[in-house]
């Protein structure tokens, strides 16, 4: 290894960037000297990486909005596998965002730039195939979920089982009074979690529906209910905040949270959650769920015609069975949210039954994630 190692990354979302910031924090305590640059999000940059263009670029929402966005993205990663070549890192992370990097590494591999892939691509669920490609462009994925390193060793591709960060930094036991307490929340009204999406694109197809569901939930089912809901940005508050007042909601007791997306969830109920990272971290504090969403149809239709399991929950997929419901794009209406939402409020035994299963899975997913991760990148360096 050279004296100054030289490390690039790219992440393409939130979910990535803290990937990448835990990974970077390993790294950097085993090799001090190594400087990390390429494509991240805040708490990459705040770890010390060299970001050459904002992770937003990257961050789309459906085939629909992909092919929107297609020449620009394109653009990017075209100089970007520029720049690198010239620049020869000595080992390139692509993490997640498949649709971006798998290309981009089979480019650098061919190269001779060693490429590891971080957070295996769905071929548990759909595009099955696209492990071949995997298998082209990478010299180790490193899994975050236990049954994905036997479909890679079928393949015959190096993977390391590294489980997921979530599951370290959640604690295996959360204090509902605590946190209602640390958020100034009722003690013992009934308090749903309402996880609409962190991207822009996500609310505008789901702030709506969430906000109907709670006037239905108040005037159906439990009048004194309060709604906790967390937003990741200044730009969805105000887009949740639009819904309310096209909703005509401003009666209802809403709690808006700038980030802490964990309390909220911990200070719930029961949570309705748009599907996405936020539902593992739902089942990893182990509170009954129902999770949800809307895409364009499009998106949605070829989804449908690629997919052969019946869930697409990861708590769902992780569990192998429906733990809890899933009611997703033209089913999706406040109606049907409501009487799921409020059915998994009324039963106890379920929430038990649910509470036991996401135990579990709690326990397979808590690996140590970071160090791990960071052994594997320094096996491949070496």
């Known amino acids: 290894m050279t004296a100054v190692l030289r490390i690039a990354l790219v992440a393409g979302e939130a979910s990535g960037d803290l990937l990448g910031a835990h990974l970077i924090a390993a ?25 050459w263009w904002p992770m937003g670029k990257l961050s789309v929402m459906g085939y629909w909005d992909a092919l929107k966005h297609y020449r620009e993205i394109a653009g990017i990663r075209r100089k970007l596998k520029k720049r690198l070549l010239e620049q020869r890192p000595d080992i390139f992370i692509g993490i997640d965002a498949p649709d971006f990097n798998l290309d981009l590494e089979a480019g650098l591999k061919s190269a001779g730039i060693p490429t590891i892939h971080y957070v295996s691509p769905s071929i548990w669920a759909w595009r099955g195939k696209r492990i071949r490609k995997i298998g082209r462009a990478v010299r180790r994925v490193l899994a975050l979920f236990p049954m994905e390193p036997p479909l890679y060793q079928q393949a015959g591709i190096p993977v390391s089982y590294v489980g997921h960060p979530l599951a370290d930094s959640i604690p295996l036991e959360t ?17 749903f979690a309402l996880l609409p999406g962190s991207r822009q694109g996500e609310l505008g197809a789901m702030a709506d529906t969430f906000v109907q569901t709670a006037r239905l939930i108040r005037e159906r089912y439990q009048p004194d209910a309060v709604f906790v809901v967390p937003l990741a940005t200044r730009e969805t508050r105000l887009q949740f905040e ?41 089942a990893l504090i182990k509170r009954p769920m129902v999770i949800t969403y809307k895409i364009a149809k499009f998106s949605y239709w070829l989804m449908k015609r690629m997919a052969y399991l019946p869930y697409v929950g990861l708590p769902n997929v992780l569990c192998g069975r429906f ?60």
Do not use: W
């Open 27 to 51: 790294l950097k305590s085993r090799l001090p000297d190594a400087v990390f640059f390429g494509i991240g999000g805040p708490r990459m940059q705040g770890q010390g990486m060299d970001c």
């Open 175 to 191: 204090n509902r009074q605590a946190v209602r307490e640390k958020l100034a929340l009722p003690r013992a009204l009934p308090i």
């Open 242 to 282: 639009a819904a309310i007042h096209r909703g005509q909601a401003a009666d209802i007791p809403f709690r808006l949270l700038f980030g802490h997306a964990q309390d909220a969830v911990g200070a719930a109920d029961v949570a309705l959650v748009a599907s996405g990272t936020a539902t593992l971290e739902a």
């Open 323 to 382: 733990v809890v419901p899933e009611i997703l794009q033209d089913e999706a209406t406040p109606e049907n949210l409501a009487e799921a939402l409020n059915k998994l409020y009324e039963d106890e035994e379920a929430a038990t039954a649910i509470e036991a299963a996401f135990t579990d899975l709690h326990l397979q997913l808590r690996q140590n994630t970071a160090e791990k991760a960071a052994q594997a990148v320094i096996e491949c360096l070496n």
